[in-house]
């Protein structure tokens, strides 16, 4: 089986994204897309003058979870790009009908096997840095309430790192501001 992200190609993607995510033609009436400037930002606007089809390049949400147990935290290691053997907070992207919450209990028992309580909201991150796109990223606190503690999913591995020892290598910026603000809030 041909691995399927043999040309992930961070350079490239970061360039689609950069220009508008690589949309050529209105996906109403197929007229070309032109680039106007339009609320103060550039868009990419259908070029027919019978469509009024304006492209948002918006950002993906995504959600999930930040589990705390005995002054150590639950890390997972990307099992995919971008930046394969990463470590990164257990989340994932939303599906079309899920409430961020849901999000982030099925991101965390997908990828760590753990069935999971939240317990509070935590915060909301911009995510920039990935070359696919980017993403709004909703964290909650949590505890574990079952399951068994297993990479699954998109993971390699996963664990619990004590604070004062957290891997080199956290995929995201704001994984990193996550772990920092979490450390500020609860930890001093």
């Known amino acids: 089986m041909k691995d399927k992200y043999t040309h992930f190609d961070p350079r490239k993607l970061f360039q689609r994204k950069d220009e508008m995510c690589g949309y050529r033609f209105c996906p109403f009436c197929r007229s070309e897309l ?5 609320d103060g930002r550039q868009r990419m606007v ?5 469509c009024d089809f ?48 849901e999000t982030a209990v099925r991101e965390v028992e997908e990828e760590t096997g753990l069935k999971i309580k939240l317990t509070s909201f935590f915060e909301v991150y ?18 574990v309430i079952g399951g068994e503690l297993r990479a699954s999913d998109d993971a390699l591995e996963v664990r619990f790192f004590p604070f004062d020892d957290l891997p080199d290598k956290i995929a995201f910026v704001s994984h990193r501001q996550a772990l920092q603000d979490y450390t500020e809030r609860f930890r001093q």
């Not at 259908?46 to 019978?50: A, K």
């Not at 709004?136 to 606190?141: D, E």
């Open 126 to 143: 911009s995510g920039q840095d990935d070359p696919r796109n980017n993403a709004v990223l909703i964290l909650y606190l949590a505890e």
């Open 46 to 50: 259908c070029s027919s003058t019978d």
């Open 34 to 38: 032109k680039a106007e400037f339009l």
């Open 54 to 101: 304006i492209f948002y390049q918006n950002p993906i949400p995504a959600a999930g979870a930040v589990i705390v147990r005995n002054d150590t935290v639950l890390l997972v290691k990307r099992a995919h790009p971008p930046r394969i053997n990463w470590w990164c907070l257990p989340a994932g992207f939303m599906e079309w009908s899920e409430h961020p919450s």
